[in-house]
Structures are given as C-alpha cells and as structure tokens.
C-alpha cells in the first residue's frame, strides 16, 4: 500500500508535505519518532512497519490538505483506503475478540475495496511499464514526424504550445494504458479476505474460542517455533540421508 501512496504523492506533488509531516510526529511510549524523511527509507523493518501503522492516517491527512476544488474528491478517497486497511490491520492484531469485532473488520475491509481503485495505476508490473514505455517511444516518434512536416508554417509560439500539448496526450495515453492493464487479483488481496473470514469462524463459534482460551490461554501466545525446529530436524535432514525413493 505504501508503494502505491508513495506514487500518488508524487503524481499530486505532495511528497514534500508527507516527508515533513513524517519527521513532525512528536514522540510517544512505545512509539519511535522517524529519524528521516520516508523518501530515505528504502526497506522497512517489522517494528518501523508497526509504527507507519499506528500514523499513516493522520500524516497522509496532513500531506493532502487544502486541496484545490479539481482535487477533492481524488484527495478523499485515498484517505478512506488507507483508514479502512489500517484500522482492519489494527483490529486484527487484538488479543481476543468478540462477536462484533468481525464484522467491523469486515465492514472496513469492504470499504478497502470500493475506494482502492484510486490507486489503480500505482501497482505496475515490469511487464506493462515496459510496454507503456515501447507507446510512448512509438507515439513521441510519430509526433515528431509530423510536427517536422509541419513546422515550417508554424510560429515558435505556437510550436511550444503544440509541443505542451503532445505531453499531455503522452502522459493521458500512457496513463490510460496503465489502468487498463493493471489489476488487483493477486494473492495479498486474497489473504485479507480469508483473514477476515477466519476471525468470523472463530466469533461464530464463541464456546469452543472461550475453552480454548482457558485451556491455552492466548492465541497470541502461541509460537510455531518448536514446531519449526522440530520440522528441521526430524523431517528435513531426514529426508536428506534417504535415496529419495517413496520417502514418505
């Protein structure tokens, strides 16, 4: 999500305005204030992911406001996607839940979905930025052939207003080219959906939870990690001392 934030500010020209708001956020217990601008930040850690969580909202807010009446409404609806995905990664990280609490993270995972299309141009794949790239060098080629045909009967002034022109009939089609071969249907998307309806699994079936919970504890108490051990060694190097044959 914060790569296709990350390209709208730049598309908006709003990226100085999130870097400050980024490096203003004061400190708090068990926050840790940014040392840099996010441009800066070329990977995230889990605890630096965790702590983008709990201020992407109010920062990303600070970066779009007073917006230009062409840009109301473009400006609100990121805010919304970016509040709804945070708040059901924030619910989901509750130590227990009750009946509502899935069907809250639910609501928020569909409002996810019905504004995420603001960002539709942002998740490109190597695959369509290298074709968006091969039209724009075919169509930059063919207005340069005909302004050359035509330029003789041209005035300077009008040459650069035509040339302004050829740049954003560029910009506009590769764009277009973007939308249309850009897509969501990949597996992350999935996940947030299953997680959602897991929760609910759980919640529908509160008695069983709660005897788990006295029997257990916590979930989040749990750990795969002796799990993960014991897979190492008792599967993992074990399979490699066979000849392969019917190891199961």
């Known amino acids: ?64 406001r007073n917006p230009e009446s062409s840009q109301y409404q473009d400006f609100k609806s990121p805010l919304k996607c970016v509040s709804a995905l945070v708040d059901f990664t924030l619910m989901a990280q509750y130590r227990s839940h009750t009946r509502d609490t899935p069907f809250y993270m639910e609501s928020y995972l569909q409002t996810f979905h019905q504004t995420k299309d603001i960002f539709l141009e ?3 794949s ?17 207005m340069a052939d005909h302004r050359d045909k035509e330029v003789r009967y041209r005035k300077v002034a009008n040459c650069r207003r035509l040339a302004d022109q050829e740049s954003v009939e560029r910009s506009d ?7 249309r071969e850009n897509y969501f ?26 005897s ?23 599967i993992k190097d074990s399979y490699r001392w066979l000849n392969k044959n019917e190891a199961a």
């Not at 999500?1 to 708001?21: C, P, S, T, Y």
């Not at 089609?173 to 939308?179: C, E, H, N, P």
Request: hydrophobic share 35%; aromatic share 10%.
């Open 1 to 64: 999500m914060m790569e296709w934030v990350k390209g709208f500010l730049k598309k908006h020209k709003r990226q100085q305005g999130f870097d400050d708001a980024w490096q203003a956020i004061p400190p708090y217990p068990g926050f840790s204030v940014p040392n840099s601008a996010y441009r800066n930040i070329t990977q995230c850690q889990g605890k630096e992911m965790r702590n983008l969580g709990r201020c992407i909202s109010a920062v990303l807010a600070s970066a779009l």
């Open 122 to 124: 942002f998740p490109t």
């Open 126 to 142: 190597k695959a369509t930025r290298a074709q968006a790239n091969r039209q724009d060098r075919e169509l930059r080629e063919l």
């Open 173 to 179: 089609q590769r764009a277009d080219l973007i939308r």
């Open 185 to 210: 249907n990949f597996s992350k998307m999935q996940y947030l959906t299953d997680f959602a309806s897991h929760v609910r699994c759980f919640a529908s079936h509160v008695r069983c939870f709660a």
């Open 212 to 234: 788990h919970v006295r029997c257990f504890g916590s979930i989040s108490m749990d750990s795969t990690e002796i799990g993960e051990l014991a897979h190492q060694d008792q």
